[in-house]
């Protein structure tokens, strides 16, 4: 299984960006796909996660309501939308995969640098 996360880059606050991360090396259609986020000198915590066939999502009370996380099952990507990013959002994000809600999220993508300034 390979995760490829891109999309990162430098925004100004208020703006938007969209990170995609495409999986390949199986069939992911039962799968939880996860963005999690790693700011310097803090532990990686939890953004956003989705059932790849879109049925559920959950997300941190600190993006919800800003941040949208999407599948496109043709692809193979999972998408997660940013808007009206904050200073605070600056952070590595990083893609997963887990087989169901109750499974520790087994394979990680390299992770895309978010930077938004002030």
């Known amino acids: 299984v390979q995760l490829q996360a891109s999309g990162g880059g430098l925004v100004q606050a208020g703006g938007s960006l969209r990170l995609s991360c495409a999986a390949s090396?199986?069939?992911?259609?039962?799968?939880?796909m996860g963005w999690f986020r790693q700011a310097p000198g803090k532990e990686r915590e939890f953004v956003a996660h989705?059932?790849?066939?879109?049925?559920?999502?959950l997300y941190a009370d600190s993006v919800k309501g800003r941040f949208t996380i999407s599948t496109d099952n043709a692809k193979n990507t999972v998408y997660l939308q940013m808007n009206s990013l904050k200073p605070e959002d600056t952070a590595v994000y990083y893609c997963?995969?887990?087989?169901?809600?109750?499974?520790?999220?087994?394979?990680w993508g390299q992770g895309t640098q978010v930077t938004v300034s002030s």
């Open positions: 989705i059932r790849w066939s879109g049925s559920s999502t």
């Open positions: 090396g199986r069939t992911f259609s039962r799968y939880i």
């Open positions: 997963a995969v887990k087989p169901s809600i109750g499974n520790p999220y087994q394979y």
